[in-house]
């Protein structure tokens, strides 16, 4: 058996070297900033010949995804990526991706939305497709994204709703790490190939999408609704049997550091989670007793496992990096309140909103944050 | 590894009357006088519906919606519409 | 040679009783279109009158495979179903002669909101056929002006009469270089299947609009659909034109028309047939209206004979 190869490379090319792991068929793609690494690098590994695929150059998001569902409902196996504004281009089609049940894998580099134009990352754009009935992921570090875009293919081909793999632009996407790519068998192992059980087959024609009445529009909602909760122990699988294969383990459906004896709690997701774990240690050097809770997927939201895993009586300082207009502070912090509620009610909730439009987030000052929240 | 929950995607199969009994929609009827006939086929190829047998001119009135196309179309005024009672 | 109508194969891809209105032009284009094609052929669609047609779910009134897909963007997804296809069979996961992708769009799905994609999609000469059926108007949602509404017609959203002509879309297309572009007319089911199939046998982006008078948009007797279309032809409203590579070649009787061996019938007598035009024109400024609409046709005519001569 081959070694894994271990190399530097930026998220965004790790996302794409994810994309050729997975023997992807189809990539529709689109340039926007800070996603464009991305497709640059899999339309030169089609070019090239290192990945048998087809990339089509679209002419805007809302074709990207428009292509990505018909392929997939074609039967083949499907990838695109965006960020921020194409993300939001694409809103409606997100919307045939998982009400369509088609198995589609997405990333989306997180960036932050016009307007004012930005460049830089923040989450407004993801958590703006909160409701779109995608699963959604959100990775801290270049090995987590190649991990959990094959993680998420898995999910998505065995349950039919499309996954969304976000991680932040710039800090991840263009920031050099140490990559192990596992080998080849050992992934077409974990991920086996795309047979759908349904696709647009001439010899046995049928039809996707039609007009659709109440009586049997609504069932087709209240499955999509019930499936996608149920995506939880299939992540959790995923996870875990990636680990058994490759080693590598970024967590499940949550991921913790010094947690157990935590009384003091940071929750946030994404990149500014993995500098929390060192906010977290400089907080312990200061006699706090910090700990870490980062969801790593956000929807469907693991619930039951953040319930479980927090400590008794904590104070959770929830960072969040996007704003939930028309409340106060952020949306992580009112998905967090709505799971606690009637639920543990030993648990404080205090909420901070930082990092907008790529504000950068040092270990200090969020260790500073925390420290000055426990007086909020 | 297959799905552990049933994949309910909204699939639609092709049949007959996947808009029910069109015949019911009809005002008139295309009737055929095959003394007049001479199968040109014409009034099959513009039938929207399909409803007209190429070879015979035989009408499907099971599903004519009694649009007269035919009858406006055939070149021997072999198709007359008639109203339903 | 036309191939004449008792040449036409038996095959029916529309099936009796589907949820079209009586003398629908666009079922009546289907069907032939259809019979040129096959059953080894994937449609797509966009919000159109052809979706309500085709029945609500779990019924199916066209017997392909089927996809309804966002307004804006049936040229785009029409290529990631070709693509798929194609690299699905180059891996060994599609056995056997690949299917036809072609897409079933009306002319707001063509003209507006879908042509941005389709435009797309021709650029990169993806292989699919994409047909416009074209009822000159929004039909589906209860006839309002498109870019395909030609000047002086009525629709919900023209009360007083569209000011401005229509645009060439088919011409438009013929500029994108894609190897095969096309206009036909329901009243020519013998046209329209030869044209189909030389669309069928041509790789690349193929481009066939079907002018598809309506009825209820235009307002005349469902019996006389395709009177209507014909008569749209012998005006020159509507001009029956092929184009492969790039060459442009009229086909009769509209090449009688351009030739100049026939002239064009005045368009008064087609427009005071349908109530879209004459309710507009019952006032004293009807012969000057009636003069602007002659006046867009006989452009379009001559405009249309000289680019044919350009070859290069």
């Known amino acids: 058996m081959k070694a894994a190869q271990v190399t530097m490379e930026t998220g965004a090319h790790a996302a794409a070297l994810a994309v050729k792991s997975a023997r992807v068929d189809v990539v529709p793609g689109y340039p926007i900033t800070p996603q464009t690494s991305i497709m640059e690098a899999v339309a030169e590994m089609v070019e090239n010949g290192e990945l048998h695929a087809r990339f089509i150059p679209v002419e805007g998001e809302h074709s990207a995804m428009a292509a990505a569902v018909a392929a997939s409902a074609a039967g083949a196996r499907v990838f695109t990526a965006t960020s921020a504004n194409g993300l939001l281009y694409m809103h409606e089609v997100l919307h045939m991706a998982s009400g369509g049940r088609l198995p589609v894998v997405m990333c989306n580099v997180n960036r932050g939305i016009f307007a004012p134009w930005t460049l830089w990352a923040d989450h407004q754009d ?86 659709t009445n109440a009586p049997e ?28 294969i490759t080693g590598m383990w970024d967590g499940d459906t949550i991921d913790t550091y010094r947690l157990e004896d935590a009384e003091v709690v940071a929750f946030a997701v994404n990149s500014m ?26 929807l469907p939201f693991p619930a039951e496992d953040i319930i479980n895993a927090l400590p008794q009586n904590a104070q959770v300082m929830v960072l969040d990096r996007n704003y939930n207009f028309g409340h106060p502070g952020g949306i992580l912090a009112a998905e967090l309140k709505s799971v606690l509620f009637g639920r543990r009610n ?20 969020m260790a500073d944050e925390i420290r000055a929240m426990m007086d909020d | ?49 399909a409803v007209i047998d190429r070879e015979e001119s035989i009408v499907d009135y099971r599903y004519c919606k009694g649009c007269g196309v035919c009858a406006a179309e055939c070149p021997t005024g072999a198709i007359s519409m008639v109203k339903e009672e | 040679m036309t191939t004449s109508i008792k040449q036409l194969p038996d095959i029916e891809q529309v099936l009796s009783g589907n949820g079209a209105c009586g003398g629908c032009p666009a079922t009546m284009g289907l069907r032939v279109v259809g019979k040129a094609l096959g ?38 997804s029409a290529s990631g179903i070709t693509h798929a296809v194609e690299i699905m069979q180059e891996k060994g996961r599609l056995q056997g002669e690949l299917p036809t992708v072609f897409t079933w769009t009306g002319d707001g799905g063509t003209y507006d909101i879908g042509f941005q994609a389709l435009s797309a999609a021709a650029e990169r000469n993806d292989n699919i056929i994409h047909f416009c059926y074209n009822n000159e108007a929004y039909s589906n949602t209860g006839v309002q002006r498109s870019g395909a509404t030609p000047r002086g017609c009525f629709t919900t959203t023209t009360p007083t009469g569209k000011r401005q002509p ?10 994108h270089n894609i190897p095969y572009v096309a206009t036909a007319n329901v009243a020519y089911p013998g046209d329209l299947y030869d044209k189909v199939v030389k669309a069928k046998n041509t790789p690349g982006t ?87 609409i002659q006046g867009d046709i006989d452009r379009e005519i001559a405009f249309m004979r000289e680019r044919a001569k350009i070859t290069v």
């Open chain 1, 273 to 298: 989670a993995a500098e929390l774990r060192l906010s977290v240690d400089i907080l312990r050097e200061q006699g706090i007793k910090a700990g870490l809770l980062r969801p790593r997927l956000y």
């Open chain 1, 346 to 365: 030993d648990i404080t909730v205090k909420n901070r909103v930082m990092g907008i439009g790529g504000i950068d987030l040092t270990r200090r000052f």
């Open chain 2, 1 to 49: 590894m297959k799905a552990v929950t049933k994949a309910y995607r909204p699939i639609s199969w092709p049949m007959k009357g996947a808009g029910g009994d069109t015949g019911t929609w009809r005002t008139h009827r295309p009737v055929v006088d095959i003394q007049k006939c001479t199968k040109c086929q014409i009034c099959w190829i513009y039938c929207p519906e």
């Open chain 1, 217 to 244: 529009y609504a069932p087709f909602r209240q499955m999509l609704s019930d499936d996608i909760m149920a995506a939880i122990p299939l992540v959790k699988q995923a996870a875990q049997e990636y680990k058994d």
């Open chain 3, 206 to 292: 193929k481009y066939i609009e079907i002018l598809a008078p309506c009825y209820l948009g235009w307002q005349f007797d469902m019996s006389e659909t395709v009177q209507m279309s014909r008569a749209a032809v012998r005006c020159g409203a509507w001009l029956l034109w092929e184009a492969e590579n790039g060459k442009i070649n009229f086909n009769n009787p509209s090449a009688r028309i351009i030739s100049g061996k026939k002239a064009a019938e005045p368009v008064d007598e087609y427009l005071m047939n349908q109530g879209r035009f004459n309710r507009l024109l019952k006032g004293p400024d009807a012969t000057q209206r009636i003069a602007e």
């Open chain 3, 39 to 76: 059953s080894n052929a994937i449609m797509l669609l966009t919000p159109s009158c052809a979706v309500a047609s085709m029945g609500m779910t779990p019924k199916l009134g066209y017997n392909w495979p089927c996809i309804n897909i966002c307004f804006a963007s049936a040229g785009s």
């Open chain 1, 126 to 211: 993801s958590m703006a497709q909160r409701d779109t009935g995608w699963i959604q992921y959100h990775c801290s570090s270049n090995q987590e994204v190649f991990n959990t875009i094959l993680q998420a293919f898995r999910v998505a081909e065995q349950i039919n709703i499309p996954v969304m793999v976000n991680f932040d632009g710039f800090t991840i996407s263009h920031c050099l790490m140490p990559l192990t790519v596992p080998p080849q068998e050992e992934i077409d192992r974990f991920l086996p190939p795309h047979e759908p059980e349904w696709r647009l087959d001439p010899a046995h024609p049928s039809s996707f999408s039609n007009v």
């Open chain 3, 166 to 175: 229509k645009k060439n879309l088919a011409l438009l297309m013929l500029e």
